[in-house]
């Protein structure tokens, strides 16, 4: 057992690709805990051979995730430490985990996350898109219809979307991607932190057209991005008309404040925001 005298269950992420990505905290916790709950049992054993361990593992995947959940408990009232990982990168993230997760934090037990690789972390740090605000969707439905349906569902949405595919539905993805979002900016990271690592620009049709040329585009694992929806037209038209509001009740000599707070609750949005437009127009009237 580590950290402390409390066992814990261990939430480690491991590589998505590049070994060396694998943090020293998760090669220690590793080689210390009593057992690994890992997704594929083969998978993880090559990684543990390639550090040198050799610890008792169990598999832990969709099909067996609740039933585990009295078994890996037990170790921990046993005051034994487990391990959780997945193939790659961080578990529960379209990873198996999450009942186990819920279930022992449930009965108030100790979890402790050991961070790590993320895709979709990965690849938005270096794709250039806005990152303050962004929605992940995991992998979209595989059938066309539901995978339309719930690009529909986002396609109002104004910050980045991302969504994880593979190299069997890309082509499909990319084509609702064109039909229901048309001309937006699209940023696919493939093989990240691997030898052809490779991000690629466009439109979802240049997309297309790239790997139609270029077959290898095609292989491997994606991190599909997308940028936000441009803002709005009826944001635009309540500016217009939060302004005239306000230039209406600056004139009548009420302040800055008060003004920004009647746009917000007549035409909605953040006070602070309003604030800033409100002391804009009452400094090009002095
Ligand atoms: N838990 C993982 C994580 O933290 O990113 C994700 C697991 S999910 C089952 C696998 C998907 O993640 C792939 O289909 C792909 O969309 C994405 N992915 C994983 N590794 C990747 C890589 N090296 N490059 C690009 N995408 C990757």
Not at 53 to 65: F, K, R
Not at 180 to 194: H, I, N, Q, S
Not at 224 to 240: F, I
Request: charged share 25%; proline share 4%.
């Amino acid at each position: 057992m580590s950290n402390g005298n409390v066992a814990s269950l261990y939430v480690v992420a491991t590589p998505i690709g590049n070994l060396e990505d694998l943090s020293s905290r998760a090669a220690r916790l590793l080689g210390e805990v009593a057992v690994i709950a890992a997704e594929d049992t083969r998978h993880t054993g090559r990684l543990l051979r390639h550090l040198g361990l050799s610890v008792p593992m169990l598999s832990l995947h969709e099909h067996n995730e609740a039933a585990r959940v009295e078994q890996l408990d037990a170790r921990l009232v046993a005051g034994e430490s487990v391990a959780l990982v997945s193939d790659a990168g961080t578990p529960l993230i379209s990873d198996p985990g999450f009942v186990l997760v819920r279930e022992l934090r449930a009965r108030g037990r100790r979890i402790v996350p050991v961070p790590g690789a993320c895709a979709l972390v990965a690849a938005l740090s270096a794709a250039g898109l806005p990152t303050d605000r962004f929605t992940f969707q995991g992998f979209l439905p595989a059938k066309g219809a539901g995978r339309r349906g719930r690009l529909e569902l986002l396609a109002a949405r104004e910050e980045t979307l991302v969504f994880y595919e593979s190299p069997h539905r890309i082509r499909d993805t990319l084509t609702d991607l064109a039909t229901v979002l048309g001309e937006r900016r699209l940023v696919l990271a493939r093989e990240l932190t691997k030898t052809f690592e490779t991000f690629l620009d466009g439109s979802a049709a240049e997309l297309l057209i790239r790997m139609e040329v270029d077959p290898d585009q095609v292989r491997g694992e994606f991190v599909v991005m997308v940028a936000g929806a441009p803002p709005r037209e009826e944001d635009e038209a309540a500016v217009v008309e939060g302004e005239a509001l306000m230039a209406a009740l600056l004139a009548e000599g009420v302040g800055v404040k008060q003004v920004a707070a009647v746009a917000s609750r007549v035409l909605g949005g953040a006070k602070k925001v309003w604030y800033a437009r409100a002391q804009a127009l009452k400094d090009m009237s002095v």
